[in-house]
């Protein structure tokens, strides 16, 4: 797995761009301040530094220490402070009641057993109150073929989140398509879910 993401990320250019996810962004709203928040599978940095951008303290979490050197980088330009974190998610000590925001961007390399213990660790890990914002790619992406794995069954839909999230209040469970313009490897129409969801 570290050398899959090794190798992607050697790319001298940010392969999933600097910006943060766009589903990411429009929830700016719901966060506060000083919240603590982990940035899963961070890759590069962009959603973990823009959290920080927030005010929140974050904690980015990235299997790649190629990932995470750029991810330094990115923080250092846009002058926040971001706590880094070499670790695999599948293996990672989540501890309980950690976070108040949880933040999961497509993290579809979990294979369906590993994504039953990944979505138990992040609810564990989430204060009383805490928020899940994750997005995701729907089956019908392998058609669309503009990023993520080829394997169907590593993505998500609208029916398996409210399922595997059923103890918790879904505040926005969305199916849709749209077009996806995030670095080279999240470019073109995209099969699409989104969560937002509180402890």
């Known amino acids: 797995m570290r050398e899959f993401w090794d190798a992607h990320y050697a790319d001298e250019n940010y392969i999933f761009g600097t910006e943060p996810n766009v589903f990411l962004a429009a929830q700016g709203h719901l966060f506060k301040p000083g919240q603590k928040a982990l940035a899963v599978a961070d890759g590069e940095g962009r959603n973990g ?13 990235e299997i790649s220490r190629i990932g995470l050197a750029k991810a330094r980088k990115l923080a250092e330009e846009k002058r926040v402070e ?25 993290v579809q390399f979990a294979t369906p057993d590993e994504r039953t213990r990944l979505f138990r660790d992040m609810k564990q890990a989430l204060k009383p109150g805490g928020l899940l914002i994750l997005q995701g790619y729907t089956p019908k992406q392998v058609e669309y073929k503009t990023g993520g794995p080829p394997q169907a069954e590593n993505m998500y839909t609208a029916e398996m989140l409210r399922d595997a999230f059923s103890g918790m209040e879904i505040l926005h469970l969305r199916e849709h398509e749209e077009f996806v313009a ?13 969560m937002v969801a509180r402890k």
């Open 82 to 106: 971001v706590r880094f974190e070499e670790g695999d998610v599948r293996t990672w000590d989540w501890g309980k009641e950690r976070f108040d925001v949880i933040v999961a961007i497509f």
């Open 49 to 61: 530094v823009w959290l920080a951008q927030q005010g929140l303290d974050v904690l980015s979490l």
């Open 182 to 194: 995030e670095g080279t490897k999240h470019y073109g129409m995209s099969a699409l879910v989104d």
